[in-house]
């Protein structure tokens, strides 16, 4: 049967990369996706913009909205200092097969946790079912509709603290409008834009990193 590109994308870190790398992966995987087949990876150069916010804030606790084939969940897992976690959640049954071994080839799973399911069904969960009080870091890289109820779901949850970072891919392309126009005016967050490109092309694209300010007091006068 025809492969998905998924697939294609696994056989590539399977062929090229070293078990137990996780540069090698995410070389393999750029490498592929600039070579053979465009994919929709956070990519190497927003990637070491990933890679240097993940460095700053040295998260204990990581959520990843939107594995598809675990890019990103293995850039930000090889950061992580010991006895952090990263819970990833992906609603595609076949990506999250794909990412989880894309995963295990970097060698990661003891510092990842993939959750296959829906962000709104598994947020108001994160608390009970993981012992999670709160996120240090959130990466938003799923539907880009989804940025900002998610952003809103998981405030309502008590899942972010003073100065919880949020980090958002793809503001300019495909564009995250409502988003950005949100946490841009929220006097609850401060926001800062890095300019980049879209994955393995010279589109612009960027990423925003907003910091949670907690519930500032203007919002009780
Ligand atoms: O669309 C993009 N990303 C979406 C990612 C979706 C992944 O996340 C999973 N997912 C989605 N919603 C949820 C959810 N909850 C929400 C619904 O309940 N809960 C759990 N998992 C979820 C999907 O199953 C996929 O695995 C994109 C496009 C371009 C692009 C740019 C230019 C172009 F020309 C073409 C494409 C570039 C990018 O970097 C991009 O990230
Ligand atoms: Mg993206």
Redesign the pocket.
């Known amino acids: 049967t025809q492969s998905t590109r998924p697939q294609r994308i696994l056989t590539a870190v399977q062929k090229n990369a070293t078990r137990g790398d996780p540069r090698s992966v995410v070389k393999a995987i750029d490498h592929f996706c600039r070579n053979k087949e465009w994919a929709?990876?956070?990519g190497d150069e927003k990637g070491c913009i990933l890679d240097s916010v993940v460095s700053e804030v040295n998260p204990a606790t990581v959520l990843e909205?939107?594995?598809?084939c675990g890019y990103s969940t293995v850039r930000i897992a090889s950061l992580l200092p010991p006895n952090a976690k990263l819970i990833t959640?992906?609603?595609?049954p076949d990506?999250a097969a794909i990412a989880r071994q894309v995963i295990a080839w970097a060698g990661l799973e003891d510092k990842v946790q993939l959750v296959e399911?829906?962000?709104?069904d598994w947020i108001p969960k994160m608390k009970e079912q993981f012992g999670v009080k709160t996120f240090d870091l959130v990466f938003l890289?799923?539907?880009?509709n989804?940025y900002l109820p998610?952003t809103k779901l998981m405030e309502e949850c008590g899942l972010l603290r003073k100065g919880s970072v949020l980090l958002a891919?793809?503001v300019i392309?495909?564009g995250a409008p409502e988003y950005l126009e949100f946490i841009r005016s929220s006097p609850r967050y401060k926001s800062q834009y890095f300019k980049s490109h879209?994955?393995y092309t010279k589109?612009e694209d960027g990423l925003e990193k907003s910091v949670f300010l907690g519930l500032v007091n203007e919002e009780w006068t």
């Open positions: 929709m990876n956070v909205l939107g594995t598809y959640l992906e609603f595609n990506f399911g829906a962000s709104g890289d799923h539907w880009k989804s998610d891919d793809n392309c495909p879209l994955e589109v």
